[in-house]
């Protein structure tokens, strides 16, 4: 499970990228620095402390809306009524919601804040900002995926799937918190918007709701525990920390940058050293691989099955 | 014995007693009654007074707050057996029964019925049982089987207000909390009143345009002028006020449509990669 040999292992997207580099006449990638004996593996420290409290201060509270939403939302489903018993009455359970999004709407607050802070200390970024590479990306992905290509898209600090995850959040987190306020607080709103506003907000706030529900239990999940690369859990989100596999497989060009930068940071990720999180055992399985394509496939059918003839009415 | 300690006694044995007196008391009046009720239910209570229409069933009639009263408060006219009415020596009518048992509520509840004869369901001719249901079986509002009480309300005000109003309600926030038992969320009768209620274009009305904000903030705290402009009874439909919720409703379906589908078909192509890989490898 903690083995070093994984880190070792050349990855074909960096070998590919040296070719490339060799061709192009630019430098190849200095292989990384052998670690000392007594040290453990390279690692990559990928998200700091803040990033990390960001993201459990959303997850945490998202789930504990999510929760407290889902049977208010469907009111009438018999498991609403008995959630709504059990979580202690329809009043406390509305103000367990109302403090829940409190603390994500704080820990976005405080995510805008950071980046402010970093940005007044000189250590800008613009990584995630979405660039005409990342339009490319997702047709190189498409491409390579199918068999049409041999290159894979090469990613920096943040892939294309990372970049749309941030951005999916930075448009969900307006819609609900602005709807949000607007039904907590319909004197103040009142004041500003026509009623008919307050009356939309409140099936955005719903139909916005479920968008994120999905995309998280579906898409998110998918891509940090039910990839068989990262069952059960990809521990990047409590550690940081990224193999030396996992950094030339899924950010190839910011472990370039990192292998030609003598100090051993780059755009916010720093080499360190460390003991590697347990790996994914099912990623060369082909039954689990099959079985997934079925379970997603199944996912969509009962999703268009319940979402198109809301649109198609 | 200290002078202190008699006193206490003294007081203690007077609240005893006074306590004894009221239980005493009111135990004698309800048997009095209740053996007055007993008394008309011997016959009332037989189920082949039902076709005649003057049962009353004394197992429900017990449970009321007016079983205590008997019958005789409301039905004063009925003095012994046989029934007389206006001197006839005749069983009363149905009819005259019914019109003097309704003026009779305003004896205790002259308040309610002072505001109820001012209201639009007066003038259009409904009485007190049109929503208390009839007076031998109803409940306290704090009862959870009164159609008083705050969860049942929408459904007695839906027996006559059917349609968009009560649709609009039951998906509403306020309708939901109300079904779920919340104390606070706003039933009919928080915006529209209940005994003295007007019509909606009644400039009294509290749910008449000019007062709506005043209205809201009873509850909600800010009085929002802006919430004046638009209808609080609306359903999602592609017609009047219901089109902004119906172009939220269809931007956001479509979004998570389009969104959900592309999403789950990368996840497919990333697998079918898997997949791909390892027969290449394999080979």
Known sequence: MFSKAQAQSPAPAARQLNREAQEA???????????????????????????????????????????????????????????????????????????AAVVLALSCVYHVAYLVVAFLQGQRSWAMVPTLKDVKDVFDNIRYRLGLTDRPPYYGRYSVKEKFDYWAVFWGMFIMAG??????????????????????????????????????????FFNVHFNPSNFPVNWAFFTGKLSEEEMKREHPLEWQRLASAPSGKAAGTARVE???????????????????????????????????????? | MSTRVVRLLTLMTFIAVLTLGVIAGSAATSSVS???????????????????????????????????????????????????????????????????????????????????????HSEMGLDCTSCHGDVHTVLASADPKSTTYRQNIPATCGQCHEGEVTES????????????GSSKAADCTSCHGSHGIVAVQAPNSPVAANNVPKTCASCHGTAGAKLAIGKEHVTIKNEGWGRPLYYTSKFFTWLTIITMTVLILWIEIELFHRLRVRKKSAQ
């Open chain 1, 25 to 99: 006449g630019r430098p190849q990638l200095a292989p990384a620095p052998a670690s000392s004996p007594r040290a453990g593996t390279t690692l990559y420290q990928r998200f700091n402390i803040h990033h990390r409290l960001q993201h459990a201060g959303i997850f945490s509270s998202f789930a504990v809306c999510a929760l407290t939403g889902l049977p208010i939302k469907y009111s009438d489903a018999a498991w609403a009524g008995t959630l709504v018993r059990w979580l202690g009455g329809i009043d406390t359970l509305l103000v367990i919601h109302l403090v």
């Open chain 1, 179 to 220: 709807s949000g306020l607007m039904m907590w607080f319909p004197g103040i709103a009142g004041q500003f918007v026509p009623r008919w506003v307050i009356d939309s907000s409140r099936v955005a706030h719903s139909d916005e709701a479920m968008l994120a529900i999905l995309a998280i239990v579906v898409w998110h």
């Open chain 1, 274 to 313: 460390g003991v590697l999180a347990p790996h994914s055992r099912l990623d060369r399985s082909w039954v689990f691989v099959a079985a997934e394509m079925v379970v997603y496939l199944v996912v969509l059918w009962l999703f268009l099955k319940a979402f198109l003839p809301i649109g198609l009415e």
């Open chain 2, 34 to 120: 209740a053996g007055e009720a007993d008394e008309c239910l011997s016959c009332h209570g037989q189920a082949d007074f039902k076709s005649m229409g003057v049962y009353v069933d004394p197992a429900q009639f017990a449970k009321t707050p007016h079983a205590d009263l008997g019958c005789s408060s409301c039905h004063s006219s009925i003095t012994g057996y046989p029934h007389t009415t206006e001197g006839k020596e005749a069983p009363a009518t149905t009819a005259v029964l019914k019109e003097e048992a309704a003026s009779s509520c305003s004896s205790c509840h002259s308040d309610a019925n002072q505001s109820f004869q001012t209201s639009i």
């Open chain 2, 169 to 180: 309600y039951k998906e509403s926030y306020h309708g939901i909390a109300v079904k779920f």
